[in-house]
């Protein structure tokens, strides 16, 4: 999902790691000193793809996720995360593009013997993009607004554990949790540091990133300045512009002729090879963190029924759904969990493709003639083709779907907010989202005391160690209960033009870091 629903806030990505510089993560590696010490004056530097670059370019990014806000607490989807995480917002940490957390605004921290309280001293020099100076009282409110009420944001359950956040000085915030949090830091990578006096913030901004907003037409694009008072290293372009297009092939064309350098994620994989076979262009299969599920209503008969979920699974031809729909890329998981995942193991044989077995699964749960149910499908790709395809499947073992096609905003109110359903489709974008079967008040009502005390528990560890040991624990679980149906692993496909460099490969969560990118001419 998007956890909280559109496609997510922290919707597809961290993508690209970047260094800023040795002081900020204690090491910078001999490429990027090479490249400072090699950069020449005026427009002009030196590419890591060789030749010369553009330091006053302007790199137009092609999407199909524009923000449905500039809010990432309030329903503002996978393309608010898409295009001002990292750019124009920033946290305490950030998370890497190869899924690990380093400090940001955060200069340092240090944690109490008995794991409950952190200590956070903040970065100097750092300036929103109104020229007010960071302070303490700015991530109190961030933080504060991420865990209210009305929040939307994907990460407002983990953070629920704070209890108290005090200021004792303007560098200084001291939070206290209610009990331990093995992932607190982690889960602070996901909450933008927001001026404590800005407003307006579905339209507007008020970050500490390299880059400000310029202008958001809806419907159309939204760009991006590099901000002259970024306490790091600037941005290696001038100016970003993101491009929002309706179907996979107007963005193909897009790129074809050169209204785009770069799209962020390409969804349509028959035309991929007009780009592999042109010079002009290249095609790069990062890591994807996006999951399409299943999801069942596991309160909702009969689905609360665990063979009639392992049935269902098993009807599916999981392999063929996905190269129908992305010929070779993309990967099958049988799991909520991702090879790039600590706890990541391959479980795709737990309720592998057997129509045999879910016949007599069927049986055996007492629907030998087969039932019928409502799938509630998003109306946005893949999602229509995959319930075409799971109807025709099921139909095969004596189960009827009828399929409900439904908008983002009416799957958020009717599925994830009220439970108003009985099977749906989402993807699920996120890192480290197993979790979620922790909790048996989420949307799918998944419900199991072993696995809720396993997460609660792994929560609660002291090391990583003993934390990725319970949580493969749970991933076996809840593969073995059938909690949904993993239909597959979405590939994270990015294709630029060859003129660009430095710009992000992989999909945990959403991001599309554009402050490396670099551009020739």
Known sequence: MNENSKKSENSRTSRTNRTRAASLYGTATLATLALGLTACGGSGGSSASGGTWNKNATVNIGSLYEPQNLDNTAGGGQGVTEALNGNVYEGLFKLTDDGKVEKLLAQNHEVSKDGLTYTFTLRDGVKFHSGKELTSADVKYSLEKVIADDSQSARKSNLEVVKDIATPDAKTVKVTLSKKSISFVYNLSYVWIINSEAKDLKTTEDGTGPYKLAKWTRGSALSLDRFAGYWGDA??????????????????????????????????????EQFKSNQNYKVNDGDSTTKLLLAFNDKAKPFTDVKVRQAVSAAIDDKKLLESVWGGYGKLIGSMVPPTDPWYEDLTDVNAYDVTRAKKLLSEAG??????????????????????????????????????????????????????????????????????????????????????????????????????????????????DAASDWLYLYPQIVVASSKLSGYPLNGLNSQFYAYDIKKKG
């Open 235 to 272: 941005a290696a372009n001038k100016k970003v512009v993101f491009h929002y297009y309706k179907d996979a092939s107007a963005l193909n064309n897009a790129l074809l002729t050169n209204a785009v350098d770069v799209v962020t994620s390409e969804q349509s994989p028959d035309a991929l």
């Open 367 to 480: 629907y030998a003639k087969g039932f019928s149910f409502t799938l509630d499908t998003p109306n946005y790709d893949p999602h229509p083709t995959a319930a075409t395809f799971i109807k025709s499947q099921l139909a095969k073992v004596g189960v009827t779907v009828k399929i409900n096609t439904i908008t983002p905003d009416e799957w958020y109110t009717k599925v994830y907010k009220n439970h108003d359903f009985t099977a749906t489709l989402q993807e699920h974008v996120n890192d480290r989202d197993l979790v979620w079967y922790g909790n048996p008040d989420f949307y799918w009502g998944y419900d199991n005391k072993q696995v809720t005390q396993w997460v609660e528990q792994a929560e609660e560890a002291s090391t990583t160690e003993e934390q990725t040991d319970l949580l493969k624990k749970v991933n076996r679980r809840t593969a073995e």
